[in-house]
């Protein structure tokens, strides 16, 4: 694989990455819930982020971002 095919799959899964947090964000700031599914526990989302690569969630209780994948299963309510 030479450089420019890995850096257009970073580039790719970050874009992935970015729109997931938009999508995320955007719901939550509307007033609507938004719920993560982690490890058999269950956080209400207040906010997510992309941090030095990385899917963060941060939990409506919690103190703390948590790390997320971006195939980690959210349910957006109304």
Same mark, same amino acid.
């Given at each position: 694989?030479?450089?420019?095919?890995?850096?257009?799959? !970073?580039?790719?899964?970050?874009? @992935?990455?970015?729109?997931?947090?938009? !999508?995320?964000? #955007?719901?939550?700031?509307?007033?609507?819930?938004?719920?993560? #599914?982690?490890? !058999?526990?269950?956080?209400?989302?207040?906010?997510?982020?992309?941090?030095?690569?990385?899917?963060?969630?941060?939990?409506?209780?919690?103190? @703390?971002?948590?790390?997320?994948?971006? #195939? #980690?299963?959210?349910?957006?309510?109304?």
């Amino acid at each position: 694989m030479t450089y420019q095919e890995m850096h257009n799959h !970073e580039s790719s899964v970050e874009q @992935k990455i970015r729109r997931k947090v938009r !999508e995320i964000n #955007d719901h939550v700031y509307a007033g609507k819930p938004c719920y993560w #599914d982690r490890a !058999e526990k269950r956080y209400r989302v207040f906010r997510a982020r992309l941090s030095k690569g990385k899917f963060q969630i941060m939990p409506l209780a919690g103190q @703390k971002w948590l790390e997320a994948s971006i #195939d #980690d299963q959210f349910e957006f309510y109304r």
